[in-house]
């Protein structure tokens, strides 16, 4: 029996993808701070299956604590490691953007210098879109460069990968690097646009749509994004970075419209100006993942809508 560790395993996609594992037969270690970034209970909750599987084991501790890696590393045989521990959003990164660098960068080095000693076979990384800043060719490409990130957030995940880089150039870790177009689903952040908006027009506040609402994004559905990270971790690949999106996009003012036919009830909208650090497009190239993982998309947006209202309507406070 494989143990895979997953960094930030009590947030969205690493508590999805826990529970993908351990369905499959692995062994699992979270390691998770539980911050308060957003609500700790909620991220305890996101668990509460996991918890109960005699596979699981929960850690509580800093990705940044080196004690507490080596305590980690000298306790289970890792075979490979789902690294998606960060501080995330955009927005937040452009207010304390040293914190974002002291858990992103240098978090992310520690965790690398870990797996190093422990001669891992298998290191996955979770990156983002973001990285590609304001991309001028259309769908994103691996290819094309990710040298002009707009925001604090995106600049500490491009700087993820590049030491990635560094430490199979080095070392001969093995790495994939995801870049994951804005995943939403079930468990998604409370912050973030669908959940967000969701929970705005259902209480009947207004939904702030920032800019002309001509942006659109690549959402990917949670279950589509799992398929992805345990297709890599099954995977392993010298050094590859590869796109995990559903490769169509949808406006800001079509997923308000989207979000208000599934829910059932009418959004307010509030017109506010543009914001700093967010790209007008996002759109993924996801042949390569196709190519290298069997990495197949299914679930369109509005599909994936429905499926994200049934959890809400079973889940709100």
């Known amino acids: 029996m494989k143990t895979i560790l997953v960094t930030?395993?009590?947030g969205f996609i690493?508590?999805?993808?826990?529970?993908?594992?351990?369905?499959?037969g692995s062994r699992v270690v979270c390691l998770d701070n539980f911050d308060s970034f957003y609500d700790p209970a909620v991220k305890r909750a996101n668990l509460a299956s996991a918890e109960n599987h005699p596979n699981f084991r929960l850690i509580e501790g800093d990705i940044r604590d080196e004690s507490t890696l080596a305590r980690l590393f000298r306790e289970e045989r890792i075979a490979a490691v789902f690294h998606a521990a960060a501080r995330a959003g955009v927005r937040p990164s452009i207010q304390d953007p040293v914190l974002y660098h002291d858990v992103n960068v240098?978090?992310?080095t520690r965790l690398l210098e870990a797996a190093r000693s422990a001669?891992?076979?298998n290191f996955v990384f979770a990156s983002s879109s973001s990285v590609y800043g304001v991309a001028n060719r259309t769908p994103f490409s691996e290819e094309d460069p990710a040298d002009f990130p707009i925001s604090p957030y995106a600049a500490t995940k491009r700087a993820g990968e590049l030491i990635c880089y560094t430490y199979h150039h080095l070392y001969g870790l093995p790495v994939t690097c995801l870049r994951f177009f804005t995943v939403y689903g079930p468990r998604q952040r409370p912050e973030m646009a669908i959940h967000h908006f969701t929970r705005l027009i259902d209480s009947g506040r207004p939904v702030p749509v920032f800019g002309d609402g001509s942006s659109r994004r690549d959402y990917t559905y949670i279950a589509d994004a799992v398929q992805g990270v345990i297709r890599a971790l099954a995977t392993p690949q010298p050094y590859e970075i590869l796109n995990i999106g559903e490769s169509q996009t949808t406006g800001l003012r079509e997923l308000v419209t989207k979000i208000q036919t599934a829910l059932g009830k009418k959004a307010q909208i509030q017109d506010m100006p543009p914001q700093a650090g967010d790209v007008p497009l996002t759109y993924a190239d996801v042949g390569?993942?196709?190519?290298?993982l069997g990495y197949e998309p299914r679930t369109s947006i509005d599909e994936g809508l429905k499926k994200f209202m049934e959890w809400y309507r079973n889940n709100k406070t």
């Open 14 to 24: 690493g508590s999805h993808v826990i529970e993908r594992l351990l369905v499959e």
């Open 288 to 292: 390569k993942a196709k190519r290298l």
């Open 8 to 10: 930030g395993g009590a």
């Open 119 to 121: 001669e891992i076979k």
């Open 106 to 108: 240098h978090g992310t």
